[in-house]
Nanobody
Framework: VQLQASGGGLVQAGGSLRLSCAAS????????MGWFRQAPGKEREFVAA????????DYGDSVKGRFVISRDNAKTTVYLQMNSLKPEDTAVYSC???????????????WGQGTQVTVSS
């Protein structure tokens, strides 16, 4: 599966931004898809993931209540709606695909390129 992320940019604190990740390839719609982020000098952090059925989703503690992950009807594009953005949300955001919502935090075999999100104070 190939992943293509887009939608990053510069936004003021308190603003919103939506990221997209399009998956292509055989059975792309059957994968768990998620978002991770990495700020300079920090370890990669799990942000959110959603299962292929879209019923289940999981969020990192730092974004719960502010970010929403969703998936289109074809299940091949995943969105990350980021609200109430803070300067500490500044990072390179990457999408990933895996096989289990329970394990994608630690095991994601497929990765797309990152997109920069910068939140100014």
């Amino acid at each position: 599966v190939q992943l293509q992320a887009s939608g990053g940019g510069l936004v003021q604190a308190g603003g919103s931004l939506r990221l997209s990740c399009a998956a292509s390839g055989r059975i792309a719609g059957s994968y768990v898809m998620g978002w991770f982020r990495q700020a300079p000098g920090k370890e990669r952090e799990f942000v959110a993931a959603i299962g292929p059925s879209t019923v289940r989703a999981d969020y990192g503690d730092s974004v719960k209540g502010r970010f929403v992950i969703s998936r289109d009807n074809a299940k091949t594009t995943v969105y990350l709606q980021m609200n109430s953005l803070k300067p500490e949300d500044t990072a390179v955001y990457s999408c990933a695909a895996g096989f289990s919502l329970d394990t994608i935090r630690n095991s994601a075999p497929y990765w797309g390129q990152g997109t920069q999100v910068t939140v100014s104070s």
